[in-house]
């Protein structure tokens, strides 16, 4: 089956520290650019984090940018998002999405989402 | 980073009912732009991709349109499962913003 699972989601302290992880099964996972997705009630749907391919190509959002580290393990079919210095407001169900450009470049979407891990920052 | 406007934010609606939802682009993103229904507890799910184009899979009452700054998704004839929010997103730019969603409800 065609799927991504994430998992790692957790109650925090403000300042901590989380590594979410993403395993992906069902298609070549190697040759896909990945994303992180975050919901929460007060920001909404954020885009967090891209990782190209081949890992050669990473970006972050502002809000994270210097705080989470996005990497990916080919050989494991796994994505991840290593999160510190956790703020109350990272708090949201966090999201790893499949990216791909449509047939002759005419856009580019996530295709594949996993049903998210919840992650609360709180003192 | 490009900012995507979303009215109404919550609609009330019937089985049966054709149900209109707009995004609006801070500026133009050509046709790269998408929407995606999301239900609590589910994966969330793409239904149109570059501006007009059905998923694979999607039904057929479901429709996007537009270019450049406006865009439309309509759901032709709500159905049960239709009962969801809704999200537009740009990816014309490196940052993929999303719209604030619209919740489609009873």
């Known amino acids: 089956e065609v799927q991504l699972v994430e998992s790692g989601g957790a109650l925090e302290l403000p300042g901590g520290s989380l590594r979410l992880s993403c395993a992906a099964s069902?298609?070549?996972?190697?040759?896909?650019?990945m994303d992180w997705v975050r919901q929460s009630p007060g920001r909404g749907l954020e885009w967090v984090s891209y990782?190209?391919?081949?890992?050669?190509?990473?970006y972050y959002a502002d809000s994270v940018k210097g705080r989470f580290t996005i990497s990916r393990d080919n050989a494991k079919n796994s994505l991840y998002l290593q999160m510190n210095s956790l703020r109350v407001e990272d708090t949201g169900v966090y999201y790893c999405?499949?990216?791909?450009w449509g047939a002759g470049h005419t856009g580019r979407y996530f295709d594949l989402w996993g049903r998210g891990t919840p992650v609360t920052v709180s003192s | 980073d490009i900012q995507m406007t979303q009215s109404p934010s919550s609609l009330s609606a019937a089985v049966g009912d054709r149900v209109t939802i707009i995004c609006r682009a801070s500026r133009s993103v050509s046709s790269f732009l998408n929407w995606y229904q999301f239900k609590p507890g589910e994966a969330p799910k793409l239904l149109i991709f570059a501006a007009s184009t059905l998923q694979s899979g999607v039904p057929s009452r479901f429709a996007g349109s537009g270019s450049e700054t406006e865009f439309t998704l309509t759901i032709s004839s709500l159905q049960p499962e239709d009962f969801a929010t809704y999200y537009c997103q740009q990816t014309y730019a490196t940052f993929r913003t999303f719209g604030q969603g619209t919740k489609v409800e009873t």
């Open positions: 999405a499949r990216d791909r």
């Open positions: 069902g298609f070549n996972f190697s040759t896909y650019e």
């Open positions: 990782i190209s391919a081949g890992s050669a190509a990473i």
